[in-house]
């Protein structure tokens, strides 16, 4: 069983910057991308940024220049930095990790989601 925890969200001023993390844990053999997605009210689950296990990312148009995705391998953790916050980047943020278990499982997991509020 794998479990993913983040952290990191909140209310801060359009404008500024937060950092989320997102911790991987369980019975992990290795995880292949992480990503985070977001819910805004209303509207439907959008990619935002993912990172793959080489490292390569693609990032949604809305956030290109002012979010980074980046990984820490030996934690199995990944981090999204947010910067220039703008009231539309309002919604709930899941991460999501495609992770191969020590059983040999391909299995796609999902954080419960914190809310990031940036207020104009």
């Known amino acids: 069983q794998v479990q993913l925890v983040e952290s990191g969200g909140g209310l801060v001023q359009a404008g500024g910057s937060l950092r989320l993390s997102c911790a991987a844990s369980g019975s992990i053999f290795s995880i292949n991308a992480m990503g985070w997605y977001r819910q805004a009210p209303g509207k439907q689950r959008e990619l935002v940024a993912r990172?793959?296990?080489?490292?390569?990312?693609n990032y949604a148009d809305s956030v290109k220049g002012r979010f980074t995705i980046s990984r820490d391998n030996a934690k199995n953790t990944a981090y999204l930095q947010m910067n220039s916050l703008k009231s539309e980047d309002t919604a709930v943020y899941y991460c999501?990790?495609?992770?191969?278990?020590?059983?040999?499982?391909?299995?796609?997991?999902w954080g419960q989601g914190t809310l990031v509020t940036a207020s104009s």
């Open positions: 990172i793959r296990s080489g490292s390569s990312t």
């Open positions: 999501n990790a495609l992770v191969v278990t020590n059983a040999g499982r391909y299995v796609e997991v």
